[in-house]
């Protein structure tokens, strides 16, 4: 294995590659896209983060930030250099306001578990929790399960230390006015004002979570530049350093599973969870439940077309357990067929298997059929949940293709893993049609393409389709003030001329292979989830075994 030092230069403390190997263990991350990048930065700290920005500029040369590489819609993937953060993870101790200082690539679970030493929590808790990075939840704005609650990673940033395309490093806080720095001195004077100006047109209030596009009507409702950046991916700086606000543990929790004969019954349940202040409200569709049905018989009755997977917080145990009482019978006058309630850790998490009952099953089916999400975070208004999920159910159908639903029904907030056979003839047509009809769909329903993931190359390039023109031009305002000259993750946020949706997708048979040590990283990272574990020491464990 060579290790080559040109590029950033001397200065440059990190690792820099752009040999073969390195580079296609880089290729890919959880979507569905192989982009092959340039070459593959390492920085040890935030100074070289500074360095490698610098020569970027000078090279004109795309940086692409990324973290553990559990990006879904591209985001985390480019042709140009990618700048893995994942060594700069370390983790502060809270202090007595409740908050956390780590850096970009420190993972969720990791940081959550410091804060639980002292009685606190990071309340956000996105089901890659064991994996994520904390500079990648940060860049998506990404949720979980608890959003219904908590809401998503921005409400709970409270500064962030950036390092901006022109090579400036700077802190924003929240509550504090930002730092003379060109780049955001650029940013307030030329588009803050027409942010402010279109105010209340920006908001689609009917969403409960949305990480599509710039949060503009964050922004133009707080005047906090912070919230402009959490979200944007990548594109507006590379954060080096995040801090975070806690809040405490739960004293107690229960939880409910509600079956339903029909989907318009459950979403009518789900409103009435958010109601009951309930932390997370999960669906699990029809399609989910038959396949979770083939591992062992499900604990819900025959005909159930949906069921609603919740958790309530209390603050001890005879409180939760009176609140999920009076919840089950709320949700049996909404039509819920069966209701059992989970009282005490054991119970609670008998429940909640069902929740994960179906991934090792898709993991076991025809290695031909593969699990592409590429229309996997779409969110619409809470009443038109049911159609939302009606629609994809017939998106699928029409194109011959099986998929599994399921999401955050109290957000609306719906997950597709549509399921390719790749031995059949035309099914990149059958993809992007699905793609296509399910982006139809969303506009119609007024929704958004994500809830939670961003959009990533993915999804820039279909925003025109979801998003207005003014708004669009708007973004690519706020993304000309912060990077002119489009060093960072370009094609994502703000397309490229040209760009389309659908690249190179991984699973294609007719792609030409990857090196074998760099192919047999990225299969074990994506048959063990482990995309925590840091690429290149993998890929020398491979060479080693050579």
Known sequence: MTSNTHGPGPEFRGAYRDDVHARAVYAEAAGIARVMPHAVAVPSGADDVVRLVAWARSAGVALVPRGSGSSMPSGAIGTGVI????????????????????????????????????????????????????????????????????????????????????????????GVPPPRVVVVDSFLADVAPFIRLAGATLHNRTLRKNSSGYALADYADSGELIDLL??????????????????????????????????????????????????????????????????????????????????????????????????????????????????????????????????????????????????????????RLA??????RAALAAHDVPGVIFGHAGDAHVHVNPLVDVRRDGWRDRVAAVLSDVVDLTARLGGSLSGEHGDGALRAPLLARTTSPEVLELARRVKHAFDPMTLLNPGVKVPLPGQQPLGDI?????????????????????????????????????????
Not at 132 to 146: E, F
Not at 230 to 254: Q, R
Not at 269 to 278: I, K, L, Y
């Open 83 to 174: 700048v893995d953060l994942s060594r700069i993870d370390a983790i502060g101790l809270p202090d007595e306001a409740r908050r956390i200082v780590v850096g970009p690539g420190a993972i969720r679970n990791r940081v959550d578990a410091r804060a639980k030493t002292v009685g606190l929590r990071f309340p956000v808790d996105p089901s890659s929790g064991a994996f994520c990075s904390l500079g990648g939840m940060v860049s998506t704005n990404a949720a979980g399960a608890r959003t219904l609650r908590y809401g998503s990673t921005r409400r709970w940033v409270t500064a962030l230390d950036c390092v901006f395309a022109d090579g400036s490093r700077a802190t924003i806080r929240r």
């Open 230 to 383: 959490v979200g944007s991916e990548g594109t507006l700086a590379i954060i080096v350093e995040i801090e975070l606000e806690l809040t405490t543990l739960p004293g107690a929790t229960a939880s409910l599973l509600a079956s339903y004969a029909s989907l318009d019954a459950a979403v009518t349940g789900a409103s009435e969870a958010q109601q009951g202040n309930a932390s997370a409200c999960e669906l699990l569709d029809r399609t989910f439940l038959d396949v979770a049905a083939r591992g062992a018989p499900l604990p819900i009755p025959d005909g159930t077309e949906a069921v609603l997977l919740i958790e309530l917080e209390a603050d001890d145990a005879p409180s939760a357990e009176a609140a999920a009482r009076g919840l089950a019978a709320k949700l049996e006058d909404t039509g819920a067929t069966h209701v059992t309630l989970g009282l005490g850790r054991a119970d609670e998490e008998r429940l909640w298997e069902l929740r994960h009952a179906a991934s090792p099953i898709l993991s076991r089916l025809d290695p031909s059929l593969k699990s592409m999400q590429f229309i996997e975070d779409g969110v619409v208004p809470p009443a």
């Open 387 to 392: 159609d939302y999920v009606r629609g994809v």
């Open 506 to 546: 991984k699973y294609d048979p007719a792609l030409a292979p990857l090196p074998a040590p760099s192919a047999r990283v990225l299969a074990r990272v994506e048959r063990d989830r482990a995309y925590a574990e840091f690429r290149l020491a993998m890929l020398e464990r491979e060479d080693q075994t050579e």
